[in-house]
Antibody
Framework: EVQLVESGGGLVQPGGSLRLSCAAS????????MDWVRQAPGKGLEWVGR??????????EYAASVKGRFTISRDDSNNSLYLQMSSLRTEDTAVYYC?????????????WGQGALVTVSS | DIQLTQSPSFLSASVGDRVTITCRAS??????LAWYQEKPGKAPKLLIY???TLQSGVPSRFSGSGSGTEFTLTISSLQPEDFATYYC?????????FGGGTKVEIK
């Protein structure tokens, strides 16, 4: 059974840093691209970024809104995905989802974690 | 960057109604489009990928169509469990993007 479990959310002050983790199980982690998607309170879904799979050298992609502030990494030996967030702003307050992607006309997110809430506030 | 425009942003419908949601891309994306369903307090669920392929386990009353810049998600006969918010996502080029969402509520 595919499982994605996020952890590391919490309250942080503006300008601060936080690292989210996503523990994956039930599938061959290194074969899949992995995404982070967020949802601010009362708002729609926003794609945050991607870690490509091993075959694509784990190279990342980012949304413009987080580029230069957020870093996505992964540890395939531990089946884990990370989102290092720095220079956090109040507008980064959201539930952050880790997703697994499979390829068919693009990499589609077929499994999602339960989400981790990040609140940026003084 | 590719933008996705969903319409309507809100619709009110009754159980048994046929519902159609449209997603328009600012440039051609072939069939690199997915549809997701989101319910309050739950993670989004993949319904359709490659514009028209039903994800495993999704009821056949859901269908998707389109290519290029115009896409539709259709629910042939709305069920009580279908009241939710629906999003399209383009997977053609970075940065990936979601549409603004369509909230389907009970009339």
């Amino acid at each position: 059974e595919v499982q994605l479990v996020e952890s590391g959310g919490g309250l942080v002050q503006p300008g601060g840093s936080l690292r989210l983790s996503c523990a994956a199980s039930g599938f061959s982690f290194s074969d899949h691209h992995m995404d982070w998607v967020r949802q601010a309170p009362g708002k729609g879904l926003e794609w945050v970024g991607r870690s490509r799979n091993k075959a694509n050298s784990f190279s990342p992609e980012y949304a413009a809104s987080v580029k230069g502030r957020f870093t996505i990494s992964r540890d395939d030996s531990n089946n884990s995905l990370y989102l290092q967030m720095s220079s956090l702003r109040t507008e980064d307050t959201a539930v952050y989802y880790c997703t697994r992607a499979f390829y068919n006309s693009g990499w589609n997110s077929d499994f999602w974690g339960q989400g981790a809430l990040v609140t940026v506030s003084s | 960057d590719i933008q996705l425009t969903q319409s309507p942003s809100f619709l009110s419908a009754s159980v048994g109604d046929r519902v159609t949601i449209t997603c328009r891309a600012s440039q051609g994306i072939s069939d690199f489009l997915a549809w997701y369903q989101e319910k309050p307090g739950k993670a989004p669920k993949l319904l359709i990928y490659a514009a028209s392929t039903l994800q495993s386990g999704v009821p056949s009353r859901f269908s998707g169509s389109g290519s290029g810049t115009e896409f539709t998600l259709t629910i042939s006969s709305l069920q009580p469990e279908d009241f939710a918010t629906y999003y399209c996502q383009q997977l053609n080029s970075y940065p990936l993007a979601f549409g603004g969402g369509t909230k389907v509520e009970i009339k």
